[in-house]
């Protein structure tokens, strides 16, 4: 139950993340370089999630 509750916590903070910082890029990027400026942030969220998962089940 607790390693459940930690890891819908740890997606869920991603996911606002990544949503807030989408909010912050389309006021910063023009349209066409949107989705290209995003890729780097996309990868860094994934690979902390998935870390943050791991940790939570190694224990």
């Not at 819908?8 to 389309?26: E, K, M, P, Y």
């Amino acid at each position: 139950m607790i390693a459940g509750v930690q890891i819908g916590a740890i997606v869920l903070g991603h996911v606002l993340g990544v949503v807030s910082a989408h909010d912050r890029a389309t006021g910063l990027f023009r349209r066409r370089e949107l989705r290209r400026a995003q890729y780097p942030m996309l990868a860094a969220m994934v690979a902390f999630t998935a870390g943050g998962i791991a940790l939570v089940t190694a224990s």
